[in-house]
Nanobody, 126 residues
Framework: QVQLVESGGGLVQTGDSLRLSCAASGRVFSSVVMGWFRQVPGHDREFVAAISTGGTRTYYADSVKGRFSIARVDAENTVNLQMNNLKPGDTAVYYC???????????????????WGQGTQVTVSS
């Protein structure tokens, strides 16, 4: 049973930084793609970032490119999302997600991910 636990959310001001962490249980972490999504009430969950096995490739939504950075520490079963220069539009619940394979197909789609965390709230005030 895979469990994902996010941490690091909070209330910050425009221009501030936050670092989200996701701790995963299970023994397959290093062999699967990991991702971060976010959701605002009344809207669909949207892709934020993803990272390949080994951390060799990273992918970002256009809205966060140059500001967010995803990284994984396989020895600790952890994936982090460093968020810099935060904007009010980044306000959302952020979810960590895990696929079941190293394939990079459709990694921006929620349907690709089999396991999800409970989410952590990020609020950016203007």
């Amino acid at each position: 049973q895979v469990q994902l636990v996010e941490s690091g959310g909070g209330l910050v001001q425009t221009g501030d930084s936050l670092r989200l962490s996701c701790a995963a249980s299970g023994r397959v972490f290093s062999s699967v793609v990991m991702g971060w999504f976010r959701q605002v009430p009344g809207h669909d969950r949207e892709f934020v970032a993803a990272i390949s096995t080994g951390g060799t490739r990273t992918y970002y939504a256009d809205s966060v490119k140059g500001r967010f950075s995803i990284a994984r520490v396989d020895a600790e079963n952890t994936v982090n999302l460093q968020m810099n220069n935060l904007k009010p539009g980044d306000t959302a619940v952020y979810y960590c997600a895990q696929t079941t394979s190293p394939s990079l197909d459709h990694i921006m789609e929620t349907s690709r991910y089999a396991h999800w965390g409970q989410g952590t709230q990020v609020t950016v005030s203007s």
